[in-house]
């Protein structure tokens, strides 16, 4: 019988929690709040969006046709009316008018760069919220996973304890152990068994936070998989959204000091109408005609407007250069602390692991003393309670450690 209490504990902390109901992955989870996420949608939107003012250039560079109509009546009833001279009695107009602007190349390009620039500036923004929205559900998933892992650790010290409740009885009975100590060890089985409900309805709560996160609504029981979180490669800093986005600002700049060169160069619109253009009835099938013309406008001064224009996008290129060389140093800063996070949480995990063996070694002479009376219920109980917690330590130190490589991750992506 003491053999097997030995076995029991030595094997508890590798026992698997099993839940009824399927097994979900982190990638499941990840993949249905991408799905699922709003904000993911309005980019995809946004640079639909966009595509479309790209066709609208397009259109704006065709020729433009318009249909106006007018009919004016100003009638004079005993010499009272407006001036004949002014208004010559009455207007009627009917008209179809076509202007297109020339030589409008350069500006039309100047509108597709800046569009185009638009798109890469909303699909770099939506790799940063995707990148963000995976951070934030595996951390979800890693509380999940700790909860499922402290499970796992108490069920099997609370089926033990269940086991040797005869054996303690027939100890109490031949007088080697007291009531006192005998009810003693069941207050502290009622005592873990009331902790691991609380863990169970902790992971139920902490499933709900990672579906509601995801946009997921089944509330069916679930189990977990392990994360399965490696630590990525450390890639250029050049090739993080993050650092791409200085990239396009600085494309940005460039066009937009392209677009202000280009308000300052003389535009030529040509237009042509054909119709009816009448102050009289009488005759009127003689004021049909057509009428063809250029408008032409150049910039001659405008009170340095352009030299202002330069100044407002040199003082947007220091500040993006400064958001840069911020983020960089941030960077580097924020990975070397999680290296030595993770080689200071190593070394906790090779204390704790030392500290459960000794617990080991001392329920095995425990073993021995159980059966002469020489160790108190309470001791025994203590030594479960410790191993239970260095195990609960040592899970909460492996999941540090996901956490941490998982933030090493978000960084380096």
């Known amino acids: 019988m003491l053999n097997r209490i030995i076995i ?6 590798t026992i698997k929690f099993t839940l009824v109901g399927q097994t979900r992955t982190l990638d499941y989870y990840i993949q249905q709040g991408v799905a699922n996420s709003p904000l993911m949608k309005d980019y995809a939107n946004q640079i639909r969006s966009s595509q479309v003012d790209s ?4 259109a704006n560079q065709k020729p433009q046709v318009s249909a106006i109509g007018q009919v004016v009546v100003a ?31 350069k500006y039309a390009n100047a509108q597709y760069e800046a569009i185009t620039i638009q798109i890469q500036s909303t699909g770099n923004t939506a790799k940063i919220s995707e990148h963000d929205l995976k951070k934030s559900i595996t951390d979800q998933y890693l509380i999940v996973f700790q909860d499922k892992k402290q499970i796992e650790a108490s069920e099997p010290v609370i089926d033990l304890l269940s086991k040797e409740t005869d054996l303690l009885k027939q100890l ?37 936070n990672l579906n509601n996160l995801c946009g997921i609504t089944d509330t069916n029981e679930v189990d977990i998989a392990d994360p399965g979180i490696t630590k990525h490669l450390f890639y250029s800093l050049d090739n993080i959204p993050q650092f791409i986005k200085f990239r396009i600002d600085s494309l940005s700049s460039i066009n937009n000091k392209k677009m202000v060169d280009l308000n300052y160069r003389s535009q030529i619109n040509v237009f042509a109408n054909a119709g009816l253009d009448a102050v009289q009835l009488q005759g009127m099938q003689q004021n049909f005609g057509f009428s063809v013309g250029l408008n032409f406008n150049l910039p001659i001064y405008d009170g340095n407007q352009r030299k202002l224009g330069y100044r407002k996008l040199e003082y947007s290129e220091d500040t993006r250069k400064t958001y840069r060389d911020f983020l960089s140093a941030q960077y580097k800063i924020q ?5 030595d996070n993770l080689k200071a949480n190593e070394s906790i995990k090779q204390q704790l692991g030392k ?16 059966n002469t009376g020489a160790i108190s219920i309470t001791d025994y109980t203590i030594n479960l309670r410790r191993l239970l917690d260095l195990q609960n330590d040592l899970n909460a130190a492996e999941i540090k450690d996901l956490l941490l490589i998982n933030s090493y991750n978000y960084i380096v992506w």
């Open 8 to 13: 029991l504990i030595s094997l508890f902390a």
């Open 335 to 339: 990975i070397q602390g999680i290296e």
């Open 75 to 105: 009638p004079v009833y005993n010499g009272y009316g407006y001036n004949q001279q002014a208004t010559n009695g009455g207007t009627y107009l009917g008209q179809i008018n076509v202007s297109k602007l020339l030589a409008n190349r």
């Open 55 to 58: 066709l609208i250039i397009g």
């Open 355 to 370: 500290q459960k063996s000794d617990i080991h070694d001392l329920i095995e002479m425990n073993k021995i003393q159980l």
């Open 172 to 208: 109490t009975s031949n007088g080697i152990y007291k009531q006192s100590d005998l009810l003693s060890f069941t207050i502290e089985k009622q005592t873990q068994q009331i902790a691991l409900n609380q863990l169970k309805i902790q992971y139920r709560a902490d499933i709900y």
